[in-house]
């Protein structure tokens, strides 16, 4: 080669795709004159192009079609920075954090699977990793269908161009290369190795600072500390760096990175490759122990390299750290011993960092000594399910205060380290954090009463706490109208908050009473105190207690006052809480159109849609709007919201409690729409998080079995429903004694399933007893219209008719006082026509199964309930001698449908029995 010939940084630039065009023509021109840099630039293309192959990307293409002043999701494009294999690199700006962000965009033309996911992995590699030298990650979403990364924007440019640029002396080069071998042994730390160091993937910035960036090939390690197999055919990687054992496609760890690390200083301090094999001019003043060092780190067999980078960083900084302490000596001999004490402690007691320290704010609020007591609380009453309960709340907060302190470290630094985001914005940040944490501090002292309730719903309490990312909207928290600027009114203020968060926690824990008692006195005083933020909190608290009690009308009062309240403040988040409990109570006035609730919750919606970082908000809505068209019998789209929600719950918190409560959810329209099997998988995942994180004794999980035991039903397997709901029912019974509502609601399960199994006395007395209870305590819900027509039908299957008509008529009327919700008002008129068919009364069971059919018409029904009625209604009709050949036309269906539906051949032979017995007339 010539002297003019292309070094290795340029080399690999060309391959990476990050050569100005004018520099491409450069080389261009070079390698068709230039015999030796042709022959290299084949080889490397061959390897570079099969390695291209296997990841996706044929052809370099141009930059992404994005302009400035277009936006990235969130972000307003600035400019262009730069590209390389996988993606574009914009400067952006973050109105939210209001500052300055780098965004990588993948590009369109190569993005596949494997490229999407390549990408979406450097950003969890990154966010994982907190450290000065190692590129700060804040965002990962998408673009129209294009996956992007917004992460911290440095001024400057990268190693390799600082090195070209300022030709800088050898031992600032060290200097530099020892920052970032920091940043690589913080990436190892977080058990993460990069597979892809080189001068480009290291970003030199204007503040003097080095950080390793470009992540898109790393990958988590395992236990042993070697990678997880890669891809067989690709080591992917920069051919000038690479590893041997990553070249030849064997499995990696940070020892690889290690190598990767000493061909890229070795290049820099002796302006050559190490296997290039040319003279050492360039570095000649470089001390021959740092060649040992790096020769030791280039060892082809990774065992002989340094045991880690930390053991590598320390050979490399041992000269420094000596003439230190020769110049500490020096000095010390000079000024005296007391001056030499004060620069050693200096030097071995660095400043704290300014943001260190946010778990302290949390003591008294969730530390060790609070989980003690808290501890002793739970177990103080020998409940059976209060250890487990202890556990999962324990782990819960545990997971909440983590996320709580790295906010809260966040958003001091991006203004106090960073200078990314100002002083104002900080104050709001952190002001909003510290009302989360006054939030846990009154939810851990209720728990230190050991009170019965608030230990029973614990797990949900503390997850239902409002969410810590919701402190980052900096949008909705710009917006609020501050509080009263008065010294007197604030400190007024702070006791009110205190009494508020009290309020909020016993209404987490569904103590009604508690809850209602509480907040009932501080509406006028916080209405006084000129707070309407906190004014809408109480409204809220209220509207919860009154929904809890099924008092509708109330709670929907109370949730518009808190709406009002919260728009006056300009509370963005309170505003969308407000209209999701609206849904809520609206969906339960029986006799209001669903319009009525989807309104409000239209503009909930269009709240949240300012705010993705809500996801527990925007899980509610999706949940209370699919209740509505689930009790309209709009299975399809009930089913499409709660696997919304389920999904929002599983990014929020993934495996816990609110996540088996949206499965269990989302298997209600799934039985209805004859998907059993898929209902019962989704409520067996949810039964398994219910145990994992409340115990297998805990109230919620008997709701759950109850709930298992219904889709047992729908696929008939009757003995496994059986045992569930007796499960169930058994749970209750032993926490609260025969006169609860779970024990009635299993119950009354447990006695369907048996009539199912022919075991009719021991379902009528299952039935009897749980529809007393129902009519004694709960004489106007729709869960006493189910008991009324599970014993209904148990009096029909035993054939005592006049029995089941006289309960039949009782839920006809309960129906019509609750404006006849489909599901139970079709079942009660399709039991009350069978049970007159039973009593020779054709006509009128004519009239009713007539009115059921309708209405299983119109709320889609499941295939087996509507052939139910069709074959009720086809006897009737024959035996009333009306329609005989319409008769005949129904059970045709019947049959047709029980031919098609798995477990049901004996209702199918029934049919075809029935056909057989009753010859269609002969037509005329």
């Given at each position: 080669m010539s002297a003019e010939c292309i070094d290795a940084n340029t080399v690999t630039m060309?391959?990476?795709?990050?050569?100005?065009?004018?520099?491409?023509?450069?080389?261009?021109?070079?390698?068709?004159?230039?015999?030796?840099c042709r022959s290299l630039f084949g080889e490397l293309g061959r390897v570079a192009a099969d390695t291209a192959d296997m990841a996706g990307v044929l052809v370099r293409p141009p930059r992404a079609p994005i302009t400035v002043g277009q936006r990235i999701d969130r972000y307003a494009v600035l400019e262009w920075l730069g590209e390389g294999g996988m993606g574009v690199v914009y400067g952006a700006y973050d109105p939210k954090l209001e500052r300055r962000v780098a965004?990588?965009?993948?590009?369109?033309?190569?993005?596949?699977?494997?490229?999407?996911?390549?990408?979406?992995?450097?950003?969890?590699?990154?966010?994982?990793?907190?450290?000065?030298?190692?590129?700060?990650v804040y965002d990962a979403g998408e673009h129209e269908g294009h996956i992007f990364i917004a992460m911290e924007h440095v001024r400057g440019g990268t190693m390799a161009?600082?090195?070209?640029?300022?030709?800088?002396?050898?031992?600032?080069?060290?200097?530099?290369?020892?920052?970032?071998?920091?940043?690589?042994?913080?990436?190892?730390?977080?058990?993460?190795?990069?597979?892809?160091?080189?001068?480009?993937?290291?970003?030199?910035?204007?503040?003097?600072?080095?950080?390793?960036?470009?992540f898109g090939l790393a990958r988590m390690a395992t236990p042993e500390g070697e990678l997880a197999p890669t891809m067989e055919r690709s080591w992917l990687g920069t051919p000038a760096y690479v590893s041997p054992e990553q070249r030849d496609r064997h499995a990696v760890d940070a020892r690889s990175d290690q190598y990767s690390f000493c061909v890229a200083l070795h290049e820099a301090l002796y302006g050559e490759l190490p296997a290039m094999g040319k003279g050492e001019s360039s570095g000649s003043k470089v001390p021959a122990r740092i060649r040992h060092v790096l020769a030791r780190g280039l060892s082809t067999d990774p065992e002989t390299r340094?045991?880690?980078?930390?053991?590598?960083?320390?050979?490399?900084?041992?000269?420094?750290?000596?003439?230190?302490?020769r110049i500490g000596s020096v000095l010390a001999a000079v000024a005296g011993v007391t001056f030499g004490a004060v620069a050693y402690s200096r030097a071995h007691h660095a400043a704290p960092a300014p943001c260190a320290g946010a778990e302290r704010k949390l003591a008294g609020v969730w530390d060790d000594a609070r989980k003690q007591t808290i501890r002793a609380a739970f177990l103080a009453g020998g409940r059976s399910y209060a250890g487990d309960a202890w556990n999962e709340t324990e782990r819960a907060l545990d997971a909440y205060t983590a996320r709580w302190v790295a906010s809260h470290t966040e958003t001091c630094e991006a203004t106090r380290v960073h200078g990314d985001q100002s002083e104002a914005l900080m104050d709001l940040r952190i002001a909003c954090l510290d009302a989360r944490a006054h939030e846990v501090k009154a939810l851990t002292d209720l728990f230190t009463s050991g009170n019965a309730k608030s230990i029973e719903r614990a797990v949900p309490a503390v997850a239902a706490l409002s969410s810590v990312a919701g402190c980052s909207e900096t949008d909705a928290l710009r917006v609020r109208v501050p509080g009263p600027s008065d010294p007197a009114k604030r400190g007024e203020l702070e006791g009110l908050s205190t009494q508020v968060d009290q309020a909020v926690a016993l209404a987490r824990a569904d103590d009604v009473p508690a809850a209602e008692k509480a907040a009932r006195p501080l509406v006028d005083l916080v209405r006084a105190a000129g707070d309407r933020s906190l004014e809408s909190k109480v409204h809220y608290i209220l509207g919860r207690a009154h929904s809890g009690k099924g008092e509708w009308a109330q709670a929907e009062a109370a949730y518009f006052e808190a709406l009002f309240a919260a728009e006056a403040a300009l509370d963005e988040p309170e505003k969308a809480r407000a209209l999701v409990g609206l849904v809520w109570v609206i969906s339960h006035q029986y006799q209001r159109p669903a319009a009525d609730a989807e309104r409000p919750g239209k503009l909930a919606a269009a709240i949240l849609e300012r705010m993705p970082k809500e996801l527990d908000l925007r899980a509610s809505l999706e949940n209370n709007l699919a209740n509505v068209q689930e009790r309209e019998g709009r299975f399809k789209e009930a089913l499409a919201g709660y696997e919304r929600a389920l999904a929002l719950r599983e990014a929020d918190t993934p495996d816990g409690y609110r996540v088996g409560l949206a499965l269990m959810n989302a298997a209600i329209p799934l039985a209805e729409l004859d998907q059993g099997e898929k209902a019962l998988e989704y409520q067996r995942r949810g039964i398994e998080i219910y145990e994992r994180r409340l115990g297998p004794h805990h109230p919620l999980l008997g709701i759950a079995l109850s709930n298992v035991a219904i889709s047992e039903r729908t696929i008939r397997r009757y003995d496994d429903g059986v045992a569930h709901a007796r499960r169930a029912r058994d749970i209750a019974l032993d926490l609260y004694g025969p006169e609860h509502r779970q024990v009635s609601r299993s119950g009354a399960i447990l006695a369907d399933l048996l009539g199912d199994l022919g075991r009719y006395p021991e379902a009528l007395m299952e039935a009897q007893n749980a529809l007393a209870v129902f009519e004694r305590l709960y004489p106007n819900e729709r869960e006493t219209v189910q008991a009324m027509n599970t014993l209904s039908s148990i009096y029909h299957s035993m054939g005592r008719y006049a029995e089941a008509v006289d309960v039949a008529l009782r839920a006809q009327a309960l129906c019509e006082r609750l404006g006849n919700p489909v599901h139970h008002t079709s079942d009660m008129l399709s039991i009350l026509g069978g049970s007159y068919l039973g009593l020779k009364q054709p006509r009128k069971a004519v009239e009713l199964l007539e009115r059921s059919l309708k209405i299983r018409l119109e709320s889609r029904p499941q295939d087996d309930q509507l052939a139910q009625t069709r074959m009720l209604l086809a006897r009737a009709l024959w035996d009333a001698n009306t329609d005989r050949p319409r008769a005949i036309e129904l059970a045709v269906k019947v049959r047709d449908v029980y031919a098609s539906l798995a477990h049901y051949e004996k209702e199918r032979d029934e049919a075809i029995a029935w056909l057989a017995s009753h010859p269609a007339p002969a037509s005329r």
């Open positions: 060309w391959f990476d795709g990050e050569l100005a065009p004018e520099e491409r023509v450069s080389v261009q021109d070079h390698i068709d004159a230039c015999d030796a965004i990588k965009l993948l590009r369109a033309e190569t993005e596949r699977d494997e490229d999407a996911t390549r990408l979406l992995r450097e950003a969890q590699s990154l966010a994982r990793v907190s450290h000065p030298n190692v590129i700060a161009e600082w090195l070209r640029r300022d030709k800088p002396p050898w031992r600032t080069i060290l200097a530099r290369y020892i920052d970032a071998a920091r940043g690589l042994a913080a990436v190892h730390a977080a058990g993460i190795v990069h597979r892809d160091f080189k001068p480009n993937n290291v970003l030199f910035g204007d503040d003097g600072r080095v950080r390793v960036t470009d340094f045991e880690s980078m930390d053991a590598l960083i320390a050979e490399l900084s041992r000269d420094r750290r000596a003439q230190w302490l």
